[in-house]
């Protein structure tokens, strides 16, 4: 997105700031960042961006004689002392980055216990909760020592009511649109056939040498691989195409195409062409990706409501768009 942004407030990377990773309970621990070197050129802590902006929006305001506004809630908001407030007084300044990490740390519900300076030392600690955040709070099990955390335990052993509109485990939707769909009940249906009717079905997976978009286009980490976006294709349909393994393609349906370079596979099963989530726009001829040819359409019963559980959440039920059933056709690029 910063390709087509008129400013960019570039945020320090992980290793150039103090900092408490957020947590989920993937791993029931926490960890803490520390800073291995300085933030390099104009990058800066979220924190002392955020804080700078409040400070000019803060100043703004006032010489436009803007003092309050009203929020979508309905909240009187007071832009004439914003930085004020966001800081607390001026508790947390631009350069107490540190200090607001500590203090959270020490409000945390689900690090009951765990002190700053003890956590600087280790470098990590264990979860004492699930906390009160919606990331985790769904785990609904307790995390006890040197034991490990079983999701769902508080319904299946203290028998607490499962959060659904029958307070058990629910398959069975009589919601009016999942009725009207078919699919009060798990149901299979076919492929849609998005993008058209083609004969190879694109899917995605995880990087294996990024963390999504961090590095994936680092000189170092490219040489663990092609150094180049890959798609892979089956060793059938590649020898049907005339395509050999490092060959140029063309990957295109009614919607778009792109330019990506195959690396053939026996692991690939025939009709499938699997893409590796993360590559970035400039990574390929003329700024096309794979992302331009994928329609992405919802399923309409993700836009239900008004069944007690089947409502959007923070992190929770918010409709996805399903990239698993993009058609495309992939042949050898000619040079241009």
């Known amino acids: 997105t910063a390709l087509w942004s008129d400013y960019v407030l570039p945020a320090a990377g992980w290793y150039e700031k103090r900092d408490v990773r957020y947590g989920t309970l993937y791993v029931p621990f926490v960890h803490l960042t520390a800073p291995a070197v ?10 002392e961006i955020f804080c700078r902006l409040a400070r000019a929006v803060e ?24 930085y004020q407030e966001m800081t607390l007084g ?17 409000l945390s519900t ?8 003890e956590l600087k030392a280790r470098g990590f ?30 319904h299946t052993e203290k028998k607490q009511p499962w959060p659904t509109l029958t307070r058990r485990m629910q398959s069975y939707l009589d919601q009016e649109l999942y009725l009207e769909l078919g699919e009060a ?13 083609f004969p190879l079905v694109m899917t995605g997976g995880h990087a294996r040498w990024s963390i999504h978009a961090a590095w994936r286009d680092d000189a170092w980490m490219l040489r663990l691989q092609r150094g180049v976006p890959l798609i892979y294709l089956s060793t059938a349909d590649a020898r049907a195409r005339g395509i ?13 195409s792109f330019r990506i370079r195959a690396k053939v596979s026996p692991a690939v099963r025939p009709g499938q062409v699997i893409i590796y989530h993360a ?4 990574q390929f001829k003329g700024g096309k990706l794979f992302q331009n040819l994928m329609p992405s359409p919802l399923n309409p019963i993700e836009l239900a409501g008004g069944y007690y559980h089947l409502r959007p959440m923070f992190t929770c039920l918010n409709p996805g768009q399903s990239d698993r059933d993009t058609r495309v056709e992939v042949v050898k690029a000619h040079s241009s």
């Open 59 to 82: 100043e703004r305001a006032r010489q436009r004689g803007l003092s309050t506004f009203t929020d979508r809630r309905g909240q009187k908001r007071h832009l004439d002392r914003l």
């Open 125 to 154: 600690a264990r979860f004492t909760g699930v906390g009160v955040s919606p990331i985790s709070v769904g785990s609904a099990c307790d995390i006890p020592p040197k034991q490990a955390a079983v999701s769902f335990s508080w």
């Open 110 to 117: 689900n690090l009951a216990g765990v002190r700053w300076e």
């Open 279 to 282: 590559w970035e726009s400039y």
């Open 185 to 197: 009940l798990p149901t299979y249906k076919e492929s849609p056939k998005v993008g058209g009717n």
């Open 90 to 106: 001026g508790r947390y300044p631009e350069g107490e980055h540190e200090g607001l990490a500590r203090d959270l740390v020490g």
């Open 38 to 47: 300085s933030p390099l050129y104009e990058s800066k802590p979220e924190w």
């Open 244 to 256: 050999a393994d490092g060959d140029e393609v063309e990957v295109k349906n009614e919607i778009d």
